[in-house]
């Protein structure tokens, strides 16, 4: 079954649309600049926002925003528009999604421009603790300074009350500094368990991914890989599980060593 993709339109970090493509995300993004420049194509409010952008110098960029398959990508474009359209986005969307392109605008220019700086939603990186690390002025910003892929990995965690990306929580955070949809810290037990290399004995139990990034220098998919591989970090001669046991049985695992092209086995 063919899948779709979900994706956002930002300039400057600011997110004003969300559509949907079964075609390369980077192909789709060329049409929509392609509609931007040419006046006789340009009748969407996107194309005509973008136009804008382009004019006063501003940087367009594209985003995975999730995944779906054929059957339910209506839903899920729908869901996204909403949920967005919920946390405060000023999307130009016209529709709730899930209907294709829509041509005529309903809203006047003057509308839009009144809203351009209204849409920004700076975001909390929040700890098992309930603490607030750090405040992100957008989605972007936390997703490139967090080494992830797209800022999907963040609102992933934002669907649900006790999901944890990157071993953090994420929320978006208004300016009197109150927290959407709540942290449930209701399940706040240890998740991470790192154990020697050599001997199998448990080194130290870990409450979430971030903890463990405290201690060692790894990046988020780095240590999903090591977890889910069953290997042994060569350099600190180290392996980490979410199952606890008193002592594991290292003939299960691989010894790898990382290096910036990735995971490599060693003997």
Same mark, same amino acid.
């Given at each position: 079954?063919? !899948?779709?993709?979900?994706?956002?339109?930002?300039?400057?970090?600011?997110?004003?649309?969300?559509?949907?493509?079964?075609?390369?995300?980077?192909?789709?993004?060329?049409?929509? #600049?392609?509609?931007?420049?040419?006046?006789?194509?340009?009748?969407?409010?996107?194309?005509?926002? @973008?136009?804008?952008?382009?004019?006063?110098?501003?940087?367009?960029?594209?985003?995975?925003?999730?995944?779906?398959?054929?059957?339910?990508? !209506?839903?899920? !474009?729908?869901?996204?528009?909403?949920?967005?359209?919920?946390?405060?986005?000023?999307?130009?969307?016209?529709?709730?999604?899930?209907?294709?392109?829509?041509?005529?605008?309903?809203?006047?220019?003057?509308?839009?421009?009144?809203?351009?700086?209204?849409?920004?939603?700076?975001?909390?990186?929040?700890?098992? *603790?309930?603490?607030?690390?750090? +405040?992100?002025?957008?989605?972007?910003?936390?997703?490139?300074?967090?080494?992830?892929?797209?800022?999907? #990995?963040?609102?992933?965690?934002?669907?649900?009350?006790?999901? @944890?990306?990157?071993?953090?929580?994420?929320?978006?955070? *208004?300016?009197?500094?109150?927290?959407?949809?709540? +942290?449930?810290?209701?399940?706040?037990?240890?998740?991470?368990?790192?154990?020697?290399?050599?001997?199998?004995?448990?080194?130290?139990?870990?409450?979430?991914?971030?903890? +463990?990034?405290?201690?060692?220098?790894?990046?988020?998919?780095?240590?999903?890989?090591?977890?889910?591989?069953?290997?042994?970090?060569?350099?600190?001669?180290?392996?980490?599980?979410?199952?606890?046991?008193?002592?594991? *049985?290292?003939?299960?695992? #691989?010894?790898?060593?990382?290096?910036?092209?990735?995971?490599?086995?060693?003997?």
């Amino acid at each position: 079954m063919k !899948e779709y993709t979900i994706y956002t339109i930002s300039c400057q970090n600011e997110i004003r649309y969300i559509g949907v493509t079964s075609t390369n995300i980077n192909k789709r993004f060329s049409q929509h #600049n392609y509609n931007a420049k040419h006046v006789n194509r340009r009748q969407c409010p996107v194309h005509k926002w @973008m136009w804008s952008c382009i004019n006063k110098g501003g940087t367009l960029s594209i985003e995975v925003l999730d995944t779906c398959l054929e059957c339910n990508w !209506e839903w899920t !474009e729908q869901y996204w528009i909403s949920q967005f359209k919920s946390w405060g986005f000023k999307l130009l969307n016209l529709d709730i999604g899930g209907k294709g392109v829509i041509l005529k605008d309903k809203r006047t220019q003057s509308s839009i421009d009144k809203s351009k700086n209204a849409h920004k939603k700076r975001v909390a990186q929040i700890d098992w *603790d309930g603490n607030i690390i750090k +405040v992100f002025d957008s989605l972007t910003q936390a997703a490139q300074e967090m080494h992830l892929k797209s800022i999907s #990995n963040i609102t992933e965690s934002m669907k649900y009350t006790n999901k @944890m990306i990157a071993g953090y929580f994420w929320r978006f955070i *208004d300016s009197s500094n109150r927290i959407s949809n709540p +942290v449930d810290f209701s399940n706040n037990k240890l998740s991470i368990f790192c154990y020697d290399g050599t001997t199998g004995q448990l080194l130290k139990s870990y409450r979430s991914a971030g903890a +463990v990034f405290d201690d060692y220098d790894l990046k988020y998919n780095w240590l999903s890989v090591l977890i889910k591989n069953r290997l042994i970090w060569k350099k600190y001669n180290v392996i980490f599980t979410r199952s606890k046991q008193e002592k594991i *049985d290292i003939t299960k695992f #691989n010894v790898c060593k990382i290096t910036n092209h990735g995971f490599k086995h060693t003997t």
